[in-house]
């Protein structure tokens, strides 16, 4: 089973400011699938980025993902208020698939 | 438009089953794997099941494996998750999700979960 493990556990910016956010992989991440959703509290998850670096459909251009083989990482370019929100990683490239423990941004 | 409407959530005693229903329309259903994961109270994503589209190929985690059976019926557009022996660990809200077309093989297509349900909540307790 590959383990993901995301890091900060939390992070507290401003409005406007940059956002990095970690995903590390305990074995690599078979052709780079691996899947970035976001959650806002009493919603189901909505995906963000797919195969690592690929946006998902509607989702703004501040957000992107990158990285490959154990070590991934999405960045928010500049915070808007609806981005805080907690931020999951996740691998579907090998079954079982495996999601990271969450990244919450809160606002500082 | 893509929905997904899950049903068949609620409140039993450990030990008992439960059958979870996802309704979905606005895709060619028969075509695309789809995910089941659970989120317990004020915790993170846990994956659970997965079924290819065609072919019934089938994936668990070890939590569930041996209790727990997805299934689909391709002509009403439906995924289940059959549960059985519950425990209080097993409360939580259960997402279904369909899976994007990031890779395929003769099963049909699989990838990051472009679209999920909002969830029904099974609660295991005595």
């Known amino acids: 089973e590959i383990v993901l493990t995301q890091s900060p556990g939390t992070l507290s910016l401003s409005p406007g400011e940059r956002a990095t956010l970690s995903c590390r992989a305990s074995q690599s991440v078979s052709s780079s699938y691996l899947a970035w959703y976001q959650q806002k509290p009493g919603q189901a998850p909505r995906l963000l980025i797919y195969a690592a670096s690929s946006r998902a459909t509607g989702i703004p251009d501040r957000f992107s993902g990158s990285g490959s083989g154990t070590d991934f990482t999405l960045t928010i370019s500049r915070l808007e208020p609806e981005d805080f929100a907690v931020y999951y990683c996740?691998?579907?490239?090998?079954?079982?698939?495996?999601f990271g423990q969450g990244t919450k941004v809160e606002i500082k | 438009e893509v929905q997904l409407v899950e049903s068949g959530g609620g409140l039993v005693q450990p030990g008992e089953s439960l059958r979870l229903s996802c309704a979905a329309s606005g895709f060619t259903f028969s075509s695309y794997a789809m995910s089941w994961v659970r989120q317990a109270p004020g915790k993170g994503l846990e994956w659970v099941s997965a079924?290819?589209?065609?072919?019934?190929?089938?994936y668990y985690a070890d939590s569930v494996k041996g209790r727990f059976t997805i299934s689909r019926d391709n002509s009403k557009s439906t995924l289940y998750l059959h549960m059985n022996s519950l425990r209080a660990e097993d409360t939580a809200v259960y997402y279904c999700?369909?899976?994007?077309?990031?890779?395929?093989?003769?099963?049909?297509?699989?990838?990051?979960?472009?679209?999920w349900g909002q969830g029904t909540l099974v609660t295991v307790s005595s």
């Open positions: 996740q691998q579907y490239g090998s079954s079982p698939r495996t």
């Open positions: 079924l290819s589209g065609s072919y019934g190929r089938t």
């Open positions: 999700a369909k899976e994007g077309p990031d890779y395929y093989d003769s099963s049909g297509y699989y990838g990051g979960f472009d679209y």
